[in-house]
């Protein structure tokens, strides 16, 4: 029996003030011979369909199959039956409401009911997954990553920028869909979060079990081969030395799970923080912290203390915020935090209103933005929770793209004290501020 597959058709609509177009992105998924349960790899593939939920509303799914399919027996219809479940059901319990799933088994009669099928694919025993978005955060407001080329039979220490971030990746340290180990060239993506314009669309909660998050730096490592997803070996892990965004206390270093609704805790940082007691030439020259120069200005064998003292506390004046040492083994997204209770906790439920006090329509994400806080809190646009006395900042996108924003100033001029209704007056900021650059600028975050 031939090893059947999901084909993705991801069907995009962009409206209002984005282009109008319809685009249509495919993969092939595999489940493996026989295999009606989700293998590894279309896990990791419909989980990147909810990723992208994050920016963009699904509208619907359709998972689509034909009744007989090239003359295959009933058990392939069968087998075909407990993959389209285990597909409905990965996304029925992350949040999908069932309404939105369409599950349709066509005859040759109805092929003609939806558009963009792959007619041959679907006679050969695929299965074909169509999903409608409707797009509303620009992508100018989503941080973007930046790719590394490296050996995957060879150890690597990456150099990730200028600021100390490095990656200690060990040999033979990837794996495919099927487990088996990678050769040849893999490409690591790193996305950094630095500041709260990056953190407010990207849909990345910032709580912890009844906590927020105040970050000290947030990252998304993930890696390809040959434009595949691989996955870090079992008996594997990378280390890295990460220069954190901000200096905060009592941070710990947490991982978000996989289906992006809450945060592990994967390792304590305290014993982890490279400091005047811990450099020397040994680690800074591993770490790639300073410019070799800035070392052998200093014979550290022959020089006396004093030299030796002196070149540590230059090299900590530039690189004193390195955080060595964290053991990531899995891809994903991961965060340097530290936890806060919030105070003076109120919930509002917001009538949005422009300038003019018309009613702003077709809401989509609303931000809210504590200025001392290093971190971005996402609601729905039906209520938001904040602390009624800090320097609030709520920023909102409509469906059509159009960017509101509420001051700090004048968040607190609503005397918004005690949970409640109330209507918040927002400014239409969308020629002003066009991408996260824009807005940390305006917000004064950089």
Same mark, same amino acid.
């Given at each position: ?40 790899? %279309? &896990? ?14 699904? *509208?619907?799914?359709?998972?689509? @199959? ?12 069968? =087998? ?6 285990? =597909? ?15 599950? *349709? ?45 490296? /050996? ?18 060990? *040999? ?9 180990? %990678?050769?040849?060239? =893999? ?43 691989? &996955? ?11 220069? #954190?965004?901000?200096?905060?206390? /009592? ?81 994903? %997204? ?35 933005? /504590? ?13 938001? @929770? ?6 609030? =900042? #709520? ?11 509420? *001051? ?19 400014? /239409? ?15 004064? #975050?950089?």
């Amino acid at each position: 029996m031939k090893n059947l597959n999901i084909i993705f058709g991801i069907l995009l609509i962009l409206n209002g003030l984005l282009a109008h177009a319809k685009t249509i992105d495919s993969e092939i998924l595999k489940f493996g011979h026989s295999n009606s349960g989700l293998s590894n790899s %279309v &896990s990791i593939q419909l989980r990147a369909v909810l990723n992208k939920s994050k920016h963009h509303t699904i *509208e619907s799914i359709s998972v689509l @199959t034909l009744k007989d399919p090239n003359g295959h027996s009933i058990y392939q219809t069968h =087998v075909n039956k407990k993959r389209i479940e285990s =597909v409905r059901n990965y996304f029925s319990l992350r949040g999908i409401s069932p309404e939105q799933i369409n599950v *349709e088994y066509l005859d040759s009669a109805s092929l003609n009911k939806y558009e963009n099928l792959n007619i041959t694919a679907l006679k050969n025993g695929y299965l074909q997954l169509l999903v409608e978005y409707v797009e509303s955060i620009p992508e100018s407001f989503l941080v973007t990553s930046n790719s590394h080329n490296i /050996d995957a039979e060879t150890a690597s220490s990456l150099k990730i920028d200028n600021k100390g971030t490095t990656m200690h990746i060990p *040999e033979n340290c990837f794996v495919d869909e099927n487990g088996n180990p %990678v050769k040849g060239v =893999v490409q690591i993506e790193f996305k950094e979060y630095t500041n709260p314009a990056e953190i407010a669309f990207s849909g990345i909660p910032m709580t912890y079990q009844g906590f927020n998050f105040n970050s000290a730096g947030m990252f998304e490592i993930q890696g390809k081969c040959q434009g595949k997803n691989v &996955s870090i070996a079992k008996n594997k892990e990378i280390k890295i030395d990460y220069a #954190l965004a901000k200096e905060n206390p /009592d941070i710990d270093f947490y991982k978000l799970k996989e289906d992006g609704k809450g945060w592990e805790k994967v390792q304590e940082i305290g014993s982890e923080r490279l400091s005047t007691s811990t450099l020397t030439p040994d680690n800074i020259n591993r770490n790639q912290q300073i410019n070799s120069n800035n070392w052998n200005n200093y014979n550290y064998n022959n020089n006396t203390r004093n030299q030796k003292r002196l070149a540590t506390t230059e090299s900590m004046k530039a690189y004193s915020n390195i955080v060595g040492g964290l053991r990531v083994a899995n891809f994903g %997204v991961y965060n340097c935090d530290q936890v806060y209770r919030l105070k003076n906790q109120i919930k509002v439920s917001p009538k949005f209103v422009d300038q003019n006090g018309k009613k702003i329509e077709n809401a989509s994400q609303v931000s809210l933005i /504590d200025l001392k806080i290093n971190g971005a809190f996402s609601f729905s646009p039906t209520s938001f @929770t904040c602390n009624s006395k800090a320097d609030n =900042v #709520l920023a909102m996108f409509t469906t059509t793209g159009k960017l509101y924003l509420l *001051e700090k100033d004048q968040f607190k001029a609503t005397n918004m004290t005690v949970s409640g209704d109330y209507t918040l007056k927002m400014k /239409d900021m969308s020629k002003q501020i066009k991408n996260h650059q824009d807005l940390a600028s305006y917000l004064n #975050l950089l």
